[in-house]
């Protein structure tokens, strides 16, 4: 999942090779910013939809988005799910 969240940013985030560990500990800063607790290295295949929206809120936000737009976020989401990411995204 941490792959993800800076998927073609790399060269940007660090010089020659980032290592994994850093990483990792950027992923989980960034999800911090919106009260998400995710292991970073679960692949994103593994999570629920509502958490794969959240890595993608997480990811918009790492790269500083001054304004996030979402088509239909939460259609194919439970109600529980639509609950978590309209009030973390609120942050």
Known sequence: ?????????ERKIGRGILSLNKLHEMAREALARINVTIDPSVP?????????????????LSEDARFLLMDEPTASLTEREIEILLKRSRA
């Open 44 to 60: 994103i295949a593994h999570l629920g939809l509502a958490e794969q929206q959240m890595v993608e809120i997480a990811r918009a």
């Open 1 to 9: 999942m941490a792959h993800n969240l800076f998927l073609g940013r």
